[in-house]
């Protein structure tokens, strides 16, 4: 037995992140070690885990990954943890398809016990039937217990826990409303200067945390088996992955502009050789190296600073002229490209690697998982992004993508030369990603 818990919620911006990061930080407070995760293919959240509790938060995705993989990683990485705490996506029961992909489903295959987190900012006693029903919806779901967001006064919180008697449900106390708790947008970027932001608001939100919440009573309601089961049949995925009879050199880029990667993806290429990290922000000189990774990230808010390193942008183009394998996401593409073009109309030269352009002037949103098969090799992943690819010379998508619907969508996926590019942010922490190039 192990303390173990989903943190759920009824929607989103019900607080989830807020009491997560609250909560991390004060069990680490505590002495203890605390192993953060993440449902759904979030590269923002599991940032903030790791500034909150000191160690890494890994994704769980029941459509990027298999089950078995997911439950071998989350055994993996709960393994060496005086706690595990999950955050859920969207509300308990937002799925791809009905509850599938959901933090419900997520929670039934690890038999986490769920912590429902409730913004009560205009709510009281009326919360009573929606717990009931959280409740008895999906039995094989178990809800511990809950926490209430933006509680205005005790006064208000004795309302909402007779609601939770009423509903059968533990109160397990609340977070009292703060204009401080910011946690600010989304698309601003992870600079030096907001992750010590993020790391004062998770302390501001722990210490309200251990004044308004019963830890001990959560941590209590929250012990289930470890480790958890897998899902039958299962299937070894060691030794699926050697693919070089000796190790590879990998440069992979890492700074503020290029910094959404999984984690999994990562100790994935330290298993086929050595990783060197390099910032395109900051160095003049690219590692030598026999596979280059530029995840996604923002280059758009750091195009001027990437126009300006020309020495690193040249080091690439003769790297990729002479045969040298890049694989490239979203915005690991844009910095590819030959202009990136920004608010008002503003123009500015990239790389010129791929023989496209790319603008994010009038940004549009493109969301979905998303699925293809090439060279043999299925990969899953998802599409995050604003911007748009506004001109392509000769290029064409080398592999048809499907969402998770199965419906065909227009995502390109591009090879030029020994480059392999595209919107989508790829998992292949189960995969063998090298043999694209075979």
């Not at 006064?153 to 609340?174: R, V």
């Not at 993806?265 to 298993?271: A, G, T, V, Y």
């Not at 392999?420 to 990603?433: C, F, K, R, V």
């Amino acid at each position: 037995m192990k303390p173990q818990l989903l943190i759920g919620a009824a929607t989103s911006g019900s607080g989830k992140t807020t009491f997560t990061m609250g909560l991390l930080r004060a069990l680490k407070k505590r002495g203890l070690q605390v192993q953060p995760f993440k449902c759904g293919p979030d590269y923002i959240d599991t940032q903030f885990h790791a500034i909150a509790s000191g160690r890494p938060s890994i994704n769980l995705d029941t459509w990027m990954m298999h089950h078995h993989h997911m439950q071998r990683i989350y055994n993996l990485y709960a393994e060496n943890a005086d706690v595990c705490v999950t955050e859920g996506v969207m509300g308990l029961f937002d799925g791809y398809s009905r509850d599938k992909g959901s933090a419900a489903e997520i929670a039934n295959l690890l038999n986490l016990p769920v912590v429902l987190v409730i913004n009560a900012r205009a709510a009281a006693y009326s919360v009573a039937p929606m717990l009931w029903g959280f409740k008895h919806f999906a039995q094989k779901v178990k809800i511990a217990g809950v926490i209430f967001n933006q509680v205005s006064s005790a006064s208000h919180y004795a309302f909402l826990k007779d609601a939770c008697t009423d509903a059968g449900i533990e109160a397990l106390g609340y977070i009292p409303f703060a204009d401080e708790l910011y946690i600010p947008s989304r698309h601003l970027g992870l600079t030096l200067t907001s992750k010590s932001s993020m790391n004062d608001v998770a302390e501001k939100i722990s210490i309200l945390i251990e004044k308004y919440v019963d830890i001990d009573k959560l941590i209590s309601l929250c012990q289930a088996v470890f480790p958890c089961p897998y899902t039958l049949p299962y299937v070894s995925e060691e030794g699926i992955n050697e693919v070089f009879q000796r190790k590879i050199r990998i440069a992979v880029a890492r700074d503020e502009a290029f910094c959404f990667t999984y984690h999994e993806n990562l100790k994935q290429l330290s298993k086929w050789g050595h990783i060197t990290y390099f910032s395109p922000l900051r160095d003049n000189k690219l590692p030598a190296a026999d596979l280059v990774y530029l995840p996604g990230g923002y280059p758009e808010l750091y195009v001027r600073r990437l126009h300006h390193r020309k020495e690193m942008m040249q080091q690439l183009r003769t790297y990729a002229e002479r045969g040298g394998k890049i694989f490239a996401e979203c915005g690991g593409m844009m910095y590819l490209a030959r202009t990136l073009t920004v608010k008002k109309g503003k123009i500015y030269d990239m790389a010129g690697i791929l023989p496209i352009d790319c603008t994010i002037e009038h940004p549009s949103l493109n969301l979905g998982y998303r699925e293809m098969k090439y060279k043999g090799v299925l990969l899953r992943g998802h599409e995050f992004h604003f911007s748009m690819i506004t001109s392509s010379d000769v290029l064409h998508s080398v592999a048809q993508l499907y969402d998770a619907y199965g419906s065909e969508v227009n995502t390109p996926l591009y090879r030029y030369k020994n480059v392999i590019a595209g919107y989508t942010h790829w998992y292949w922490g189960e995969t063998n990603l090298m043999q694209l190039w075979e």
